[in-house]
């Protein structure tokens, strides 16, 4: 069984920024093989212990819910820590735990919120990459507000409904048929940029 530092050891040296967000079917292999075990530990509830400072709430956290996206990907278990995820979050905020990691890694606190289909989530996600990231968020604080416009347009992700067994709108088809995700992020690039 792994433990905080297997988890933070590979996502932030091995795997690293160049492929925290580059999917694959060798990385999702490879997350899966190593940690499906340790996953199945924290869904269970068998990891509550780790969220007990920085270091142990962000490998709770990469666990919960970045690897799960990994590991699961286009099934409706890739959203099933998210809860999980998003709690440590919420404590580590509290507890001011996020502020001792240094960027960029300390966005991985935050993402839970940006994961939630919650109104109230996306927005403290924006202002938590505004506030608590300045220097480096700004590619996450456009992702946020991203995903803050689809929410507020579809009151959920609508990329999400086949995986989780949803049906979709054909306002949904219609978004997703226009470019989806990748079109509400070119608009704002686009509104962002000096006249």
Request: charged share 20%; hydrophobic share 45%.
């Amino acid at each position: 069984m792994s433990d905080p530092v297997d988890v933070l050891d590979y996502w932030l040296e091995e795997v690293g920024q160049a492929g925290w967000y580059a999917a694959g079917d060798d990385l999702d292999t490879e997350i899966r093989d190593r940690f499906s075990d340790v996953w199945k530990a924290a869904l269970d509830g068998g990891l509550d212990h780790w969220i007990d400072g920085p270091a142990g709430t962000l490998a709770y956290i990469v666990l919960t819910d970045q690897f799960p996206r990994n590991m699961w990907r286009g099934q409706a278990r890739a959203f099933a820590t998210d809860g999980l995820a998003l709690a440590a979050s919420e404590r580590a905020i509290a507890e001011g735990w996020d502020l001792q990691a240094p960027e960029p890694e300390r966005q991985f606190f935050y993402l839970p919120f940006m994961h939630s289909e919650a109104p109230a989530h996306q927005t403290a996600c924006i202002a938590y990459f505004a506030q608590r990231m300045p220097d480096t968020g700004a590619p996450n604080h456009l992702h946020a507000r991203a995903h803050a416009a689809v929410i507020a347009q579809f009151g959920r992700f609508p990329y999400r409904n086949a995986a989780l067994g949803r049906e979709t709108t054909p306002a949904e088809a219609t978004f997703m048929a226009d470019g989806g995700y990748g079109s509400v992020v070119e608009a704002l690039k686009a509104a962002d940029m000096p006249q």
